[in-house]
């Protein structure tokens, strides 16, 4: 089977940065997503890497350890409309099936 | 259009009922998925089609759930005899066939809220 973990919930200040964390232990890894959800709207991909290291796009940056099944998601200038559920998804076989973590609820205060 | 529809947005029903859900997904993608999202938790895989393979159903809860897809367009899942722990928002997604700089990535429609009452 498939196990992927996420914290439940953080809590960081509005200009901060604050690094939101995966790991998983899956069989044939293909790849590791992060997508954005909204309360009440459906994900939106911002995310993906297959291979080590760090992929970034603009406030946003992802690594991926494939050796140790961890991956985080940074978010940098954190501003409030960055509160949202932030979801791991691993791809894993030569299909493109995707299984997600449960998410981590990331509050933007003041 | 341009992104996944699915239908109804919103359905109410009373328990023991049947219910159709149905996603329209974006045309050439030809992967598609059906999701359910209980109040506050996380994703739960139900059943992923690819092309014209068997679906891979390992999700499905249990044998009151189906779905149907034709060929690689619009996609139907029934709930049979629903009950008050079938209520959720059903997610559907599409995506293209991952290869050299596609990512596969999926894209969501806005989901069906399902209400067993």
């Known amino acids: 089977g498939q196990n992927i973990d996420q914290p439940t919930e953080m809590t960081a200040t509005e200009g901060a940065i604050v690094q939101i964390n995966c790991t998983y232990q899956?069989?044939?890894?293909?790849?590791l997503f992060w997508y954005q959800q909204h309360a009440g709207e459906a994900p939106t991909f911002l995310s993906y890497n297959v291979l080590d290291g760090l992929e970034e796009k603009g406030r946003f940056s992802s690594f991926l350890s494939r050796s140790k099944g961890y991956s985080y998601l940074l978010l940098k200038e954190l501003q409030m409309k960055d509160s949202a559920s932030y979801l791991c998804?691993?791809?894993?076989?030569?299909?493109?099936?995707?299984?997600f973590g449960t998410g981590t609820q990331l509050k933007v205060e003041l | 259009g341009a992104g996944v529809s699915q239908s109804p947005s919103n359905k109410v029903t009373e328990k023991g009922k049947d219910v159709e859900l149905r996603c329209d997904p974006i045309?050439?993608?030809?992967?598609l998925y059906w999701y359910r999202q209980r109040l506050g938790q996380g994703l739960e895989f139900l059943i992923y089609?690819?092309?014209?393979?068997?679906?891979?159903k390992s999700g499905l809860p249990s044998d009151r759930f189906s779905a149907e897809r034709t060929g690689e367009s619009v996609s139907t899942l029934t709930i049979q005899r629903t009950q008050q722990e079938d209520s959720a928002v059903y997610l559907c997604?599409?995506?293209?066939?991952?290869?050299?700089?596609?990512?596969?990535?999926?894209?969501f429609g806005e989901g069906s809220r399902l209400t067993v009452l």
């Open positions: 997604a599409s995506s293209p066939r991952a290869s050299g700089s596609n990512t596969g990535e999926l894209f």
């Open positions: 899956t069989s044939g890894f293909n790849g």
């Open positions: 089609f690819q092309g014209n393979s068997a679906p891979d």
């Open positions: 998804a691993v791809r894993t076989g030569g299909g493109n099936k995707l299984t």
């Open positions: 045309s050439g993608h030809t992967a």
